[in-house]
């Protein structure tokens, strides 16, 4: 399988490149993803500003695109949505329409997308048909994927990973929460009621690889571990899997007064479960937290 990655040298992405032969490579700086992944081609693209070149997509059977700005990097403001849409909504559309030029386009498109799609629903259950929410990020995610189903429009078969909390060593969520639980100051966040969607690393590889390869698949699909647990559980099981207490609890006030709207990521709740990913044939390598804990620290 030739492939083209965008967002090839974030965490998700740095994972998936090591499983591909000699994969294209679309980064804002060519030579930086040259030399921090190995065995890749790597051509410029800014995915805001215009379209890649069509030669890039030459031979290539598989895209799967991750590139966006971090959602997690910081305290959003105005300025901070608008690029963290851009970079996804604009940089999706600009794909699609190179993808369409070409007569010898790739069959399919594995396009990311987020659980934040389904916004804060309690304990509801959430499979692919679940409608999605009204906050900012739901509405995101929703104009994310109609941008990447316009593929379909030309006869590319396309997959919307609706991912969960990363777990993975080196990166992703578990990086930053790890520092306060190793000294003893960890503790679930607000009243540790809300579900927390998760997936080990490996697990969103395989999860991307299965799409590319099943031709079955397609539409979103719940890149989420199969059994779902609250934050307060998560908080106790990472604490044990690090042999240090969790009895620090974070204050929901405390987290919107230092984090504002960003808070949500946080605290809304998201029961999600991979019931596409079940129909296809998906084994899980990672299906419960505790062993996705032990593995990673």
């Given at each position: 399988m030739r492939a083209l990655v965008t967002g090839a040298t974030g965490f998700i992405g740095s994972h998936l490149v090591r499983h591909l032969e000699r994969p294209v490579v679309l980064s804002r700086d060519p030579q930086r993803a040259a030399a921090a992944l190995s065995n890749v081609e790597a051509y410029a693209w800014n995915p805001q500003a215009s379209p890649?070149?069509?030669?890039?997509?030459?031979?290539?059977?598989?895209?799967?695109?991750?590139?966006?700005?971090?959602?997690?990097?910081?305290?959003?403001?105005d300025a901070r949505k608008k690029s963290m849409r851009e970079s996804r909504v604009l940089g999706?559309?600009?794909?699609?329409?190179?993808?369409?030029?070409?007569?010898?386009?790739p069959r399919v498109l594995v396009s990311a997308s987020a659980v934040g799609y389904y916004g804060?629903?309690?304990?509801?259950?959430?499979?692919?048909?679940s409608k999605p929410g009204s906050d900012y990020l739901a509405e995101l995610c929703a104009e994310w994927e109609a941008e990447?189903?316009?593929?379909?429009?030309?006869?590319?078969r396309v997959v919307n990973p609706r991912i969960g909390i990363v777990l993975g060593k080196g990166g992703g969520a578990l990086a930053k929460m790890l520092t306060p639980f190793r000294f003893g100051a960890g503790g679930r966040l607000g009243d540790g009621r809300q579900w927390m969607p998760w997936i080990h690393v490996d697990d969103l590889v395989g999860?991307?690889?299965h799409a590319a390869s099943q031709e079955k698949l397609s539409g979103p699909a719940n890149a989420v571990a199969p059994v779902p647990v609250t934050n307060a559980e998560f908080t106790r099981e990472l604490?044990?899997?690090?042999?240090?207490p969790a009895i620090f609890p974070v204050p929901a006030f405390m987290l919107r007064l230092l984090l504002g709207e960003m808070a949500d990521l946080l605290l809304?709740?998201?029961?999600?479960?991979?019931a596409e990913l079940r129909k296809s044939g998906y084994a899980f390598r990672h299906p419960d937290l505790a062993s996705a804990l032990r593995a990673i620290v």
């Open positions: 890649p070149e069509e030669r890039v997509f030459q031979g290539v059977d598989a895209v799967f695109h991750l590139a966006g700005d971090p959602i997690a990097a910081g305290r959003w403001n999706t559309r600009h794909l699609v329409e190179t993808m369409a030029r070409r007569k010898d386009r804060d629903r309690g304990e509801e259950i959430l499979e692919e048909t990447a189903a316009r593929a379909k429009e030309f006869g590319v999860v991307m690889l604490g044990a899997a690090l042999h240090r809304s709740s998201q029961r999600a479960v991979p």
